[in-house]
């Protein structure tokens, strides 16, 4: 079962202590939460990725250059 660390900085004594069916429920929901944050972030990078580079394209078919582009895109 998983534990935690329970320090008592007065005295400097450590103890460990098993956590409880609610502490572990709580582990678990943030942990999740984490990873659904962590698959929105991600999900946001490569969608911002994918418009520049739609951008690039539409940009070069209308006749610019890729200093051009570079140069509207800073």
Known sequence: MP???????????????????????????????YAVQEAAKEAEAAAKVEAKASAEAKLSALGLSASEIAALIK
């Open 3 to 33: 534990t935690k660390i329970i320090v008592d900085c007065s005295t400097g004594q450590t103890t460990e202590v098993e956590l409880t069916a609610a502490e572990i429920a709580e582990q678990e929901a943030m942990a999740a939460d």
